[in-house]
């Protein structure tokens, strides 16, 4: 089945390939805004097959069609022909960040550079820097970018696997025979990206099993299979690993292939000073393994509890202190999914999201959330149509009639607010006032020096009115770096005006970081996770956030959305 994932990167590589084609601004708008409608659908294209798709909004009979024939064909006719006028080597150029296609055009045809490692040679020689238009800074953009673009093309999205994993162990609990049945790997222990897929159940019969997951759809070759396991590369483009494992050894196989690798060798060295040894098939005294059956192995915490240990979640597993905690019994009692009350961080349609202010209620209310705070841009981000004071107030004035409609849930209004420049907010003091969460994001001026970024945000931090500082590092994963500035310096200024840091959930943003998270929270820093969706669908990406948090070892206490609606409504006039 298609995915919206591989929909979205035809339609990307389509917009791509025009700017050298046609160059037609409205047709490139077009393919780019169908990128974005693609990523907030509720259900997966493959599943929309036969539907009238001009019903989506911002979808029109151009784009409809298209969608149609790749979900029919499994490409699209046009894409070919564009690829077939512009060469690989051509495009791969464009699409390192920082490039553009009249550079890429002049590289490849002047310079006679082809592809990527020749572009990366090139940089890494200091060639690029003497020719017209780009100079030593942009060669040097030019190769974080080239090994960005590397990077990315290698692994996955953490939230792309995790849709993908869903499905396909769906697809495998119609096998007869199969009972238990789970991802392992980097995947479940939450990790931002996602190398391959690792997927473990028991089952009657292994031979059987091995057979059905090699024959799935998504599987596009078998790179390898026997009888109780096999390893395939699937349509998505990643390798999935399938194991067969008896009962006996489930807990012992889940845990080892959970990994992470320093954390197992790191608990093999302490089976071993108790005198066990501790594989893949379970936990076995010295000298027994291979010919006695485990001491302990069907489940996970019964390993761990033979070693005198607490079961640890897979987030923590990386070998960060967490075996010590276990010991001490001192393990962070884990905040979940189900601990949030509501999100901070979303856009309506008012801006760059795709459904209304009243769609979004009710994919609150959906949730269970007790309340939500519902934002859009402010006015100085003009590609996104950021609002206008007067629009603010209209907006305002719509949600307090959808609060006498909804009144099952508490509605406020939030609004992601440019930090500018100078670190000025991007409303005067009485329109921040009028809004009930305000949230602080730097969406310009990425280069700053460090210093000078890092004074820009904490003047921002500083602002009474600011409540969330949002996507604090803005990175785009495998897209753009993170911008410098002093995280210890920021948390510190946070800190001191009680002021919240987003752990942003949307896929590609995943900001903070889990390593970044912790940080702020040892500083003394309440976090806030938000999924900054862009459409009612997206509100699903609270799942990623929370994973983070997870990974970063934060409890309730530490996460603002934790609170009830008085709780929060106390926090928010905390400078009053």
């Known amino acids: 089945m298609i995915t919206n994932a591989k929909l979205s990167e035809i339609f990307d590589e389509m917009a791509v390939l025009l700017t050298f084609d046609d160059g037609n601004p409205f047709r490139i708008r077009a393919y780019q805004k169908a990128v974005q409608i693609i990523g907030g659908l509720p259900r997966e294209a493959g599943e929309l097959s036969g539907e009238d798709l001009t019903r989506i909004e911002g979808i029109g009979k151009g784009i409809a069609s298209h969608i149609s024939e790749i979900l029919k064909t499994g490409t699209l006719q046009e894409l070919q022909a564009l690829r077939s006028k512009v060469p690989e080597g051509l495009l791969a150029l464009a699409r390192v960040p920082g490039m553009g296609p009249k550079r890429a055009r002049r590289l490849y045809y002047d310079d006679k550079i082809h592809g990527l490692e020749q572009l990366q040679k090139a940089a890494e020689a200091g060639r690029l820097r003497d020719l017209p238009g780009f100079g ?66 028991t089952a009657r019969d292994g031979a059987r099993a091995v057979e059905f997951f090699t024959r799935m759809p998504g599987v596009e070759r078998v790179l390898a299979a026997g009888a109780t396991k096999a390893a395939v590369w699937l349509k998505a483009q990643i390798q999935c690993d399938f194991r067969v494992v008896p009962p006996e050894s489930f807990g012992a196989a889940l845990q080892y292939f959970t990994g992470s690798k320093e954390h197992n060798v790191a608990l093999r060295e302490l089976a071993v000073k108790q005198g066990y040894s501790l594989n893949e098939y379970g936990l076995f005294k010295s000298g027994d393994a291979g010919h006695k059956k485990p001491l302990a192995g069907r489940t996970e915490e019964e390993i761990y509890s033979r070693l005198g240990l607490s079961w640890i979640a897979p987030e923590l597993r990386e070998c960060r202190g967490e075996i010590a905690a276990a010991q001490r019994g001192s393990l962070p009692d884990l905040v979940e999914l189900k601990d949030v009350r509501g999100d901070f961080h979303n856009h309506t349609r008012y801006t760059d999201g795709r459904d209304s202010l009243e769609d979004m209620v009710l994919g609150a209310r959906s949730r269970g959330w007790e309340w939500t705070a519902i934002g859009d841009h402010s006015q100085s981000l003009k590609v996104a149509h950021g609002l206008s004071p007067r629009r603010l107030q209209e907006t305002i004035e719509e949600l307090r009639g959808l609060q006498k409609k909804h009144k099952d849930i508490r509605l406020m209004r939030s609004m992601e607010v440019d930090i500018l420049k100078d670190g000025a907010l991007d409303y005067a003091d009485e329109v921040l006032a009028s809004i009930d969460v305000v949230i602080g994001s730097v969406h310009t001026a990425f280069k700053l020096p460090e210093e000078e970024m890092t004074r820009r945000i904490q003047k921002a931090a500083a602002n009474p009115h600011l409540d969330i500082l949002g996507h604090l590092s803005g990175r785009l994963i495998g897209r753009r770096e993170a911008y410098a500035f002093d995280a210890g310096k920021v948390f510190a200024q946070a800190a001191r005006m009680q002021t919240a840091v987003e752990i942003n959930g949307q896929p590609q943003r995943q900001d903070l970081s889990d390593t970044a998270a912790r940080m702020a929270a040892e500083g003394g820093v309440t976090l806030a996770v938000t999924t900054d969706a862009h459409s009612a669908a997206q509100l699903e990406y609270m799942a990623a956030a929370v994973t983070i948090a997870r990974r970063a070892g934060l409890e309730k206490k530490h996460i603002l959305n934790c609170l009830t609606y008085d709780e929060l409504k106390r926090w928010l006039e905390r400078h009053e």
Not at 145 to 173: C, D, F, H
């Open 136 to 201: 030593a800074k942009l060669e040097e953009n030019i190769l974080k970018g080239i090994r960005l673009a590397v990077k990315a093309s290698e692994r996955m999205l953490y939230w792309e696997a995790k849709l993908l994993a869903q499905k396909l162990l769906k697809e495998l609990g119609a096998c007869p025979g199969i009972a238990e049945i789970v991802p392992a790997g980097s995947l479940r222990r939450g990790a931002e990206t996602v190398g391959d897929l690792d997927i473990l159940c």
